[in-house]
Nanobody, 117 residues
């Protein structure tokens, strides 16, 4: 099995920055792509950013130019740098890992990010 543990969430004022980290352990060989998803109250979970094993990244339109995803394969860790945060970014952020078929099977416990206006 794969374990994913997020850290770095918290409360920040609008315009501020936060960095989320996600450390993977266990059967790391099962992991291919990594991603960050979020779920705001009353809304469905949505993809924020994904990154392939080779480092190719994709972003949701709502975060392009503000968020950056990165991964350190040697440390089995993926990061999400979030800048210029707005209250609309308030959500629980989940780290996820995909298997080699591309299905996001592995999930962390979630990290709360709250942006105050």
């Amino acid at each position: 099995q794969v374990q994913l543990v997020e850290s770095g969430g918290g409360l920040v004022q609008a315009g501020g920055s936060l960095r989320l980290s996600c450390a993977a352990s266990g059967s790391i060989f099962r992991l291919n792509g990594m991603g960050w998803f979020r779920q705001a109250p009353g809304k469905q979970r949505e993809v924020v950013a994904t990154i392939s094993k080779s480092g190719s990244a994709n972003y949701a339109d709502s975060v392009k130019g503000r968020f950056t995803i990165a991964r350190d394969n040697a440390k089995n860790t993926v990061y999400l740098q979030m800048n210029s945060l707005t209250p609309e970014d308030t959500a629980v952020y989940y780290c996820s890992g995909s298997n080699w078929k591309g299905t996001y099977d592995y999930w962390g416990q979630g990290a709360q990010v709250t942006v105050s206006s």
